[in-house]
Each structure stands twice: as structure tokens, then as C-alpha cells.
Nanobody, 125 residues
């Protein structure tokens, strides 16, 4: 029973910060690539950030580079997305995802095998 559970979403003012958490359980993720995606109203789901559990390789969408940081806590089996300098266009449902096997640089949703339920982030301006 693999589960990815997101938390930490909410309402924040433009320019503010928010940290999302993704608690992973049900399997080992040491060989996985973890990802954050988001889906805004009327838009397709898009890649935000990626992280390989082994090797700690990180990569980001151009739209969030320099503002968002993906990281992990091995002891808690949790992946985080620290979001700074938030903009109104960051408003979306944010999803945590994981691959079954290591996929370095994975950005397409089809490359990810497990998904969380999503958490709403609303940035007011």
C-alpha cells in the first residue's frame, strides 16, 4: 500500500513563503525520483521540481528556479517543497509524485508511478 500524502498548503500573500510536505510510505524510495507537480484552474498539470533520493540530484522548472527548493528528510521519509517569493501565478493544487525506478531528470507525469491527493496553494495579490 504505497501512499504519498501532501500537506502544508494554504492561503498566502504574494511575496510570502510556504513549505509543502510529502510523507511517503508503503515501499522504499531509495531508488526513486521524487517530483512536485501543480495544476492551476483551466490548465494542464505541469512539472515543478524533481529530486533523486539517491544522489540528491535536484532540478526545477524555469518558472520556479531560484524561488523554490526541493529537499528531503530521510528519517521522516518526507520530501519538501520550500516556496519563496510566491506569485499569484503559483496558485494551484500541488501534487507529490514518485517513480518506481530511478529516472534522472524525469519531468513528464507519465514517468511517475505514484501520486498524492494534492494540496491547495492560493497566493493572493
Amino acid at each position: 500500500q504505497v501512499q504519498l500524502v501532501e500537506s502544508g498548503g494554504g492561503l498566502v500573500q504574494a511575496g510570502g513563503s510556504l513549505r509543502l510536505s510529502c510523507a511517503a510510505s508503503g515501499r522504499t524510495f531509495v531508488s526513486s525520483t521524487m517530483g512536485w507537480f501543480r495544476q492551476a484552474p483551466g490548465k494542464e498539470r505541469e512539472f515543478v521540481a524533481g529530486h533523486t533520493w539517491s544522489g540528491s540530484i535536484t532540478y526545477y522548472a524555469d518558472s520556479v528556479k531560484g524561488r523554490f527548493t526541493i529537499s528531503r528528510d530521510n528519517a521522516k521519509n518526507t520530501v519538501y517543497l520550500q516556496m519563496n517569493s510566491l506569485k499569484a501565478e503559483d496558485t494551484a493544487v500541488y501534487y507529490c509524485a514518485a517513480t518506481t525506478v530511478l529516472r534522472i531528470g524525469a519531468r513528464r507525469e507519465e514517468e511517475f508511478d505514484y501520486w498524492g491527493q494534492g494540496t491547495q496553494v492560493t497566493v493572493a495579490s
